[in-house]
């Protein structure tokens, strides 16, 4: 590939791309250039894979260990055009690309996961219509996009809720939680008469999450489930295994799988899970990609979730996602630390057990994720607390 133009391009070609295997020698694209863009491709050189980045950010950190990275926007066709005709597959760092990203990059290569499974989780009223319609059990909830919908929604609300806009929201940004629909139409107004998603509040007891993987081949590898823990609505500790009873554990595979096939993932997939004081599950939100809670299993799982990710792009066979030994946990390290100088990384690398990654971003801002630990223990507990020990040593400046 990479050497024919637009113009050989035939749509016989542009629908025949699904089967296409890359093996390793091939170039591998990735559209988005932030930390898991980088953590894809370095999983993609293990594998003796050339990686390329399209990104809005020249300096983002997927760029620093790509071999080739184009600066341009997201809806600049000519530079897509030009971009995907020097790889051999794409894939997606993050959701929000725009989609005619995905439809001009899927004229010339395969596009995995496939760009309508973007377009579905673009918008929170798609994504739960999409998990309602394979029969998966989410939140009770209702559109809010104009002033009928907003007294119908307020008037159904059984008692608090959380209301979304239905794009560009992450991190508990565009959220507002109201006790009663009596708040609606206020917090409404608060986030500009956005379109919205109101969901009725879960009396969850925590929140978990499984990432799992689809092959080209139809195979599917899940990782055992993640518990998570969050400050500020961003995730802050993760911890594994999470071991549940045997009919939640099989509800949690059958999600999974289900979600694998309905949309028809071929790649990997994060599901965020509601677990509830009965054992039960509901469906948060997913994304068709690799996932915060999933970076243990880099040190921790014999495949990671990154190099599983390049496996189905290529169209190789999945890797085991079996744990290595001891139960393991990750701690996100944000901006916030940078706050009073340089983190004393020593102090945190003397520790036993202990896996420091950064992601090579030039600022460190508040909120923003800057790398993360990783630590393993006896019990995931003590996984958590070594991680969580890490990195408190890194603001000791004693």
């Not at 591998?28 to 250039?33: A, C, I, T």
């Not at 999983?43 to 990686?51: E, K, M, N, P």
């Not at 959220?175 to 608060?190: D, F, N, P, T, Y």
């Not at 001891?326 to 706050?339: F, H, K, S, T, V």
């Amino acid at each position: 590939m990479g050497d024919h133009d637009m113009e050989s391009i035939s749509m016989q070609d542009a629908t025949t791309h699904d089967g296409r295997k890359v093996p390793p020698g091939g170039t591998l694209g990735v559209f988005g250039g932030g930390q898991l863009g980088r953590m894809f491709g370095i999983a993609a050189r293990r594998l003796g894979y050339r990686f390329a980045v399209f990104s809005d950010d020249k300096d983002g950190p997927a760029s620093h260990v790509a071999d080739h990275a184009v600066c341009a926007a997201y809806d600049d066709e000519e530079a897509i055009a030009s971009f995907v005709r020097g790889v051999d597959a794409v894939t997606f760092e993050f959701e929000n690309v725009p989609a005619i990203a995905g439809e001009i990059a899927s004229k010339y290569v395969p596009v995995r996961p496939a760009g309508s499974l973007l377009h579905t989780v673009q918008n929170r009223q798609r994504e739960k219509d999409g998990l309602t319609g394979l029969g998966l059990p989410v939140a009770e909830y209702w559109p809010v996009r104009n002033e009928g919908e907003c007294r119908a929604a307020a008037a159904a609300l059984p008692g608090g809720g959380v209301l979304k806009t239905a794009s560009f929201g992450y991190d508990g940004k565009g959220q507002k939680r109201i006790a009663s629909g009596m708040e609606l139409e206020g917090a409404w107004e608060s986030l500009g008469k956005a379109p919205c998603v109101l969901e009725a509040l879960v009396p969850f007891v925590e929140e978990i999450s499984v990432v799992a993987a689809r092959g080209q081949d139809g195979a599917i590898a899940v990782y055992e489930p993640f518990s998570n823990h969050h400050e500020n609505h961003i995730l802050d500790v993760t911890m594994c295994p999470r071991v549940l009873g045997p009919e939640t554990q099989g509800e949690v595979d059958r999600i999974a799988r289900r979600a694998l096939e309905g949309f028809d993932v071929v790649g990997v997939l994060c599901i965020e899970l509601f677990l509830l004081a009965d054992g039960s599950i509901l469906v948060n939100e997913i994304a068709p990609r690799p996932h915060n809670s999933g970076h243990l299993t880099v040190d921790s799982h014999v495949t990671c979730q990154f190099q599983n990710q390049v496996r189905a792009v290529a169209g190789l066979p999945l890797g085991s996602t079996e744990r290595i030994g001891r139960p393991a946990a990750m701690a996100n390290l944000l901006g916030d630390l940078w706050a009073d100088g340089e983190p004393n990384w020593a102090a945190a690398l003397a520790m036993p057990g202990v896996w420091l990654h950064l992601y090579g971003k030039a600022e460190a801002r508040k909120g923003r994720k800057m790398g993360h630990i990783t630590a393993v223990g006896d019990t995931p507990e003590e996984a958590a607390s070594r991680a969580r020990a890490a990195r408190a040593a890194l603001v000791d400046r004693s």
